[in-house]
């Protein structure tokens, strides 16, 4: 035992810091145990794993100090390295604490079926361009939480602290949002659009259409793309069914829809609604997407504003059916010169579509499995595209999804590519 203050209370520290991370290597007290068993077990194993590494370099972290401690070491140098395992402490239980979560919102079981259907349907999604390109389908993990709107954090992408990437796609879904979870796509459209690289060459095109018909806010476009490429990857999915939700979610009064925030990815809401709209009329012509324009047109008509939002707006509207072609038809490096459209066809999804599935296949279209991994996003679709007015519909309308979506959860997921 050291008689000096300073390397006393150093140890007590050290002893502190260590016993705070064995603590955190406990992670069925971060997430019940029935909530890790509610996922997949490859994902289960994927999501433990990368945590349990973060833990056990923290845990190697704090051995080194120690020994340090005990051969002599300076104490200011020992101390300088006790303050940045606290540093990497506090990284890592950030990161523990998200998983844990995440993973802690399937407690209750029939939610944590639902959200596993969800979880297979998302890499359903992201395997219909990323396979057959030659990428690996990263494995999901969805999750509810508050707010308005959902949110993704990419596999791949570095996390805060040690320990390596992001091992899944982690989408967030909202819970007012759960009976119509066709941000999912969008959600996943980000995670597509990073491992192709579309974003860029995107964004280069959307620019030389602005510049040939806008004369305000021409040089914003590019700064969307990001956010315009998974709208589309949406589209392209779920056809019209993710469009309503999105207005809802975005919606606000004339001067919150048309306000362009410096910085913000996404473009203003009535452009984006609008933009949806367009590539709705682009591929199906005519439709209920022409009553949801005529409302918002009524709510929130830029002609009758005069900030900047609604001037860019009134600019942008007369474009976004070139837009809408660009972003669909053209090809791109991306897609190894093929169009978004050539890999995910949204006439699949499209109302006719719909309607003649629905009338040949019958009772069984929400109890067949083999149609279920055959064509998951045109059931979503189905499911999720009419709008019921009466609470006690669109009560009954969720029920019949989670139902579909509770189904699913059992599914593996898809292997890399």
């Known amino acids: 035992m050291t008689d000096r203050p300073d390397e006393r209370e150093l140890r007590a520290e050290l002893a502190h810091w260590r016993g705070a991370v064995a603590a955190l290597s406990d992670l069925d007290t971060v997430a019940a145990p029935a909530a890790w068993a509610m ?26 100090i120690a020994l340090a401690l005990d051969l002599g070491e300076p104490l200011g140098r020992v101390r300088a390295r006790l303050l940045g395992l606290r540093r990497d402490y506090v990284r890592v239980e950030t990161v523990v604490d998200f998983y844990g979560d995440a993973v802690g919102s399937r407690t209750n079981a029939r939610l944590g079926r639902v959200l596993g259907g969800l979880d297979t349907l998302a890499c359903d ?20 939480d508050k707010g308005m709107g959902a949110a993704i954090l990419r596999a791949g992408v570095r996390l805060w602290g040690p320990g390596g ?21 969008h959600e996943t459209g980000h995670q597509v659009a990073a491992q192709t690289g579309w974003v860029p060459q995107l964004a280069d095109a959307l620019d030389a259409v602005a510049a040939r018909h806008a004369s ?8 969307w793309a990001g956010e315009i490429a998974a709208d589309v990857h949406a589209f392209v999915l779920a056809g019209w069914s993710p469009v309503p939700a999105l207005a809802r979610v975005v919606d606000g009064s004339p001067s919150v829809v048309h306000r362009i925030r410096v910085g913000d990815p ?32 009524e709510r929130h008509d830029p002609r009758r504003m005069d900030s900047a939002g609604a001037r860019v707006a009134a600019a942008g509207l007369p474009m976004l059916p070139a837009l809408a072609e660009t972003c669909l038809v053209r090809r791109y490096p991306a897609f190894c010169g093929r169009a978004i459209t050539a890999l995910a066809d949204p006439e699949l999804v499209s109302p006719v ?13 929400l109890t067949s499995a083999h149609l ?46």
């Open 39 to 64: 996922l997949e077990d490859y994902l289960r194993s994927r999501v433990r794993a990368r945590l349990e590494r973060s833990i056990a370099e923290l845990a190697a972290q704090g051995s080194a």
């Open 216 to 223: 305000v806010g021409a040089d914003l476009w590019g700064g």
């Open 266 to 297: 996404h473009p203003p809401a009535w452009l984006r609604v609008m933009f949806n709209v367009a590539l709705c009329r682009a591929v199906y012509g005519a439709g209920p997407w022409d009553d949801l324009s005529r409302t918002w047109l």
């Open 353 to 365: 579509a719909l309607d003649a599935l629905e009338h040949r296949i019958g009772p069984a279209l």
């Open 125 to 144: 999604s992201m395997e219909v361009i990323l396979r057959p390109l030659g990428h690996e389908v990263p494995p999901a993990l969805v999750y509810v």
């Open 165 to 185: 990437p992001s091992p899944v796609a982690a989408i967030k879904l909202t819970r007012h949002n759960l009976g119509h979870p066709t941000a999912l796509f």
């Open 372 to 417: 279920a991994r055959r064509r998951p996003m045109q059931l979503v679709a189905l499911l999720t595209r009419d709008q019921p007015s009466d609470p006690t519909h669109a009560a009954a309308a969720t029920r019949r999804l989670h139902d579909w979506l509770a189904r699913l959860a059992p599914i593996p997921l898809p292997s890399a590519a």
